[in-house]
């Protein structure tokens, strides 16, 4: 069965090597050696190594941009939530879809499991295990060999003339300098966990946010409160249940859950290539109608916490307060005071860079939607939108005041604060290629234009003959003669 299986990977690896030189890729090599005091710089910096930051980094490397390397904080195979603090079983999202394959068939999800584990299996499997996808993701990176340095946190950035300096510390440390550098930094990509203001000054003893290393085991016999209806939610609740916990509240501010799954229904490759076309108010009204219907959690991950008879579901149930006292956790409610010893809030995550550090220098100069961009006809602000960054085409900041600063224009922010401006093309699984598509020539681009002095200077002394003289013969002076006649 073992030597089946390897058969299998390697029948397929040999196959998308092979429609890789089918399609001479990677593309040559193409953008001029740069330096900087004598020091080399990379043309790309790619920050994360998740799903996002290796597509970028695959993208750019079939398109000819090589001298690029990809950090990421994490150890090598625990990049990203999927088997950290992701507490579903298997992904949310449908088994088929074609994710960061790059429009090359062997590199999907599909591929890699049909290869190993046959046809049969893929018709029979239900939705893809959490630690397969990370699976997948391994051998992804590694079947293409994307340079991805793990254990290395970036901790700065500033602007260095017109290039980028990069503050590394881990497994690498120092300062590295960069043409471009793309952000692919994940669901808390400018920002951290959202943490609402009913926690603040609670103590971290008693509650953790969903996206927490949380320790299940300790929570056993306990009574535990998990706020929100979304999935993350119903996962660490199901988890806690599984732990032994003695009793699960959710508590859910509205007086019904989100039942339907309104931006999937209307997937479509129009929505890939179209959202980010569309005039501003469009693009509002899409991700407002979306945040306010909410996304329901998957019918499996609220079976999973249902189940349990000592969870419940409190509906219309806002809290007012939160305290400790003795007895653990007193939380006032619209419903009447209710009491845990421990809280989970998985209350999402924030784009507003209060819990990036690293982006300190950058984050004054970066203009956001809440800039001008927000206009009164597209209703109130709104949290999660109005913070969100004001992106260019190539998922390129914005400087909030012409001139300020920059260099904003050679880093890209390819992570899920790009919603608002290009759609979710840089964050969930289904439009992850297109999204790495966009990047990439964008960034192409604007590295071919920054070196058209290069590029023109290799026009002119490009000197390998097509012609050698010899495959032709003059016939001008017959023609002369007989026209003078
Ligand atoms: C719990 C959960 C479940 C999800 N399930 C699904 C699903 O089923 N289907 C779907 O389509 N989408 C899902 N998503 C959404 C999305 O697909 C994932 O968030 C996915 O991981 C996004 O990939 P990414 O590369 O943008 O971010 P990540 O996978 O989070 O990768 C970002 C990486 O950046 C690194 N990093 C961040 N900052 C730094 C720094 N300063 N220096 C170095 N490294 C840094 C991190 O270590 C991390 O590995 C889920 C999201 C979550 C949170």
Redesign the pocket.
């Known amino acids: 069965m073992q030597t089946i299986q390897q058969t299998g990977l390697s029948s397929l690896e040999a196959q998308l090597a092979q429609d890789l030189e089918f399609l001479e890729l990677p593309a040559k090599p193409w953008v001029p050696e740069r330096k900087h005091d004598g020091k080399p710089v990379l043309d790309v910096v790619v920050?994360?190594?998740?799903?996002?930051?290796?597509?970028a980094t695959a993208k750019l490397i079939l398109s000819g941009i090589t001298n690029v390397v990809a950090?990421?904080?994490?150890p090598a195979g625990?990049?990203?939530?999927?088997v950290t603090?992701?507490?579903?079983q298997?992904?949310?999202?449908p088994k088929g879809?074609s994710?960061p394959s790059l429009g090359l068939p062997q590199l999907t999800f599909r591929a890699w499991f049909t290869a190993q584990w046959g046809t049969q299996a893929w018709h029979l499997l239900d939705?893809?295990p959490?630690g397969q996808?990370m699976d997948y993701?391994v051998w992804y990176r590694k079947v293409l060999g994307l340079p991805v340095r793990n254990g290395?946190?970036?901790?700065g950035v500033t602007p260095v003339d017109d290039l980028i300096a990069i503050d590394?510390d881990?497994a690498e440390t120092g300062r590295i300098l960069t043409r471009r550098l793309v952000?692919?930094?994940?669901?808390?990509?400018l920002g951290g966990f959202a943490v609402p203001d009913f926690l603040k000054g609670v103590d971290r003893a008693y509650w953790a946010h969903?996206?927490d290393d949380i320790d299940f085991t300790a929570l056993k016999g306990k009574r535990i409160a998990v706020i929100g209806a979304g999935?993350?939610s119903m996962?660490n609740a199901a988890t806690a249940l599984e732990a032994g916990a003695g009793a699960v509240d959710m508590l859910i501010r509205r007086k019904d859950m989100p039942r339907i799954n309104k931006m999937t229904g209307i997937g479509s490759q129009g929505v890939v290539h179209g959202m980010h076309e569309l005039p501003d108010a469009w693009k509002w009204k899409f991700v407002d109608y979306t945040a306010t219907t909410q996304t329901p959690p998957?019918r499996s991950s609220t079976l999973r916490v249902s189940r349990h008879a000592n969870a419940r579901f409190l509906l219309d149930c806002g809290i007012v307060t939160v305290r400790e006292d003795g007895d653990g956790l007193l939380i006032e409610t619209t419903q009447g005071p209710l009491r845990y010893d421990f809280l989970i809030a998985a209350t999402g995550?924030s784009n507003d860079f209060d819990g990036?550090p690293?982006f300190a220098a950058l984050a004054p100069h970066i203009r956001k939607w809440s800039d001008g961009r927000q206009t009164p006809d597209m209703g109130p602000p709104r949290r999660g939108m109005s913070e969100a960054p004001d992106l260019g085409p190539s998922f390129e900041f914005r400087e909030r005041v012409a001139g300020a600063c920059p260099i904003l224009a050679r880093i890209h922010c390819?992570?899920?604060a790009a919603m608002l401006s290009h759609g979710k093309v840089?964050?969930?699984?289904?439009a992850?290629s297109a999204g790495a598509d966009r990047l990439v020539r964008g960034i192409a681009a604007s590295l071919f234009a920054e070196d058209v002095d290069t590029h023109f200077a290799n026009l002119v002394a490009y000197d390998t003959p097509e012609l050698h003289g010899d495959e032709w013969t003059d016939s001008t002076p017959f023609l002369h003669k007989e026209t003078a006649a």
Request: glycine letters at 16%; aromatic letters at 10%.
């Open positions: 920050i994360g190594g998740g799903m996002c930051g290796l597509a950090y990421d904080a994490a625990l990049e990203g939530p999927w603090f992701a507490r579903m298997t992904l949310r999202s879809l994710g939705k893809i959490k996808w993701l290395v946190r970036m901790t590394i881990g952000l692919a930094t994940g669901r808390s990509g969903s996206a999935a993350s996962d998957p995550f990036r690293e390819f992570n899920d840089s964050g969930d699984i289904p992850v």
